[in-house]
């Protein structure tokens, strides 16, 4: 009964992962790994899933460490990973000291930075795959901001491949929503070890969350129909023609 | 001043059919004339818009009197349209008469008999062009119905064409917002001849109407640019291969 919430994310990752052929033999998965509970439980569930998936593939996990956060829980993180057969690396980037002078910090800028090191150290060490943390409310609400601020119906690829460049983007937790997430973090220890980033989540996006929430009653069956919805529009996988924007 | 409103209408109307060519030189188009305020609006902004979309065009009117709407103001609309250079035809259908036994009226029932005499009618005689009276928010809830219940990306076409069947469907208040029309019918003296559905409205449908009013915050900023992110997915502009369902 226990690990019955730790088995949900596995089956659903491990469905994410088979579908949309997420990992291929002798991947090179460098996974994001914020300290967050979302990128740890990705980084378990990676793991965890080997025996189904039934492919040879590295899990190196790479941390950032901004100059506004000192994660006290790193070292515990790291104990984890290496638990799970992911090796660990962690990076100092100063996120504030590169704003402009007069600029202040925020979500946008900070992401862009990470991001930016993300595929620097993937091109580097020769990764070909980048594994992010986002999940399916994530993914809706990306989904709902890009249609109600810039017009457009977009989300975030669950598998975003590109023709000129080595290193494609993967979000294997795609499938699974937040409180699954929450629920198997639980149940595997993992909240313990996770941290939350200080500055707190953007209103805008806080907000629609709310309106989301409110709009979907948080009904789990009609987010799945939305993801569906999105996924046969096929915004759920992509290929584009450029290199990675921020 | 007094005007203002109904110019608006009027404007929208000119937008939808100019930059969408909805209509074409010589095209016969029969309006599906409920008696509601949308269609009856619809009918006086298509005959008003005459000098600025320089273009001949027939313009007709059918109106599909049911077993279960003795609609009282019948003569009043046909009146209003004549005035408009708009030739009035009423039909009598039997829509609950049709019903197999057992089964019970419903919004779904309705609709599809009067689509039915209406491609019908629009066959016999020739028109190449219906136009339905649906609006921004009527495509908005169609496009969030289709999404969280049928799980698809999918919405009510301003312009509909089939590759085998000479008859169009055009939507040419689809850019205006409900409560411009009502705005407009005000001001025009529509709202006093025209008539809503003794059956009200289904209920599914209204209740997701409030939640998409309270998602926009009823904001047109946010509508306009939910209908803008469903233009550029190319969902408002079909051509199917089939005929048309029912």
């Not at 088979?18 to 509970?37: C, H, P, T, V």
């Not at 006290?72 to 984890?80: D, F, G, I, P």
Request: net charge positive; aromatic share 6%; proline share 4%.
């Amino acid at each position: 009964m226990r690990a019955a919430r730790s088995n949900i994310v596995r089956k659903l990752v491990t469905k994410a992962v088979m579908e949309r052929n997420l990992i291929e033999e002798g991947d090179r998965i460098l996974i994001a790994a914020s300290g967050g509970k979302d990128s740890t439980v990705m980084a378990w569930a990676l793991s965890g899933i080997r025996p189904a998936i039934k492919k040879t593939y590295e899990l190196a996990a790479l941390h950032i460490s901004s100059d506004f956060c000192a994660c006290c829980k790193k070292s515990a993180l790291e104990r984890r990973l290496i638990e799970w057969g992911v090796s660990f690396t962690d990076v100092s980037v100063p996120i504030i000291g590169r704003l402009k002078p007069g600029r202040t910090m925020n979500c946008y800028w900070c992401s862009t930075q990470r991001r930016t090191e993300l595929l620097k150290y993937a091109l580097e060490r020769g990764f070909n795959k980048i594994a992010l943390g986002h999940h399916l409310d994530d993914i809706i609400e990306t989904f709902f901001m890009n249609m109600t601020a810039k017009g457009e119906l977009s989300a975030m690829p669950i598998l975003l491949k590109y023709q000129k460049y080595p290193v494609s983007i993967i979000r294997p937790l795609g499938l699974v929503e937040e409180q699954q997430i929450i629920a198997c973090a639980e149940e595997e220890g993992i909240l313990k070890t996770s941290c939350t980033c200080p500055f707190g989540m953007n209103s805008n996006r806080r907000a629609v969350r709310k309106r989301i929430a409110d709009f979907t009653g948080n009904s789990a069956a009609v987010k799945r129909r939305i993801l569906q919805a999105v996924d046969a529009a096929g915004l759920l996988t992509e290929e584009r023609a450029a290199r990675p924007g921020p």
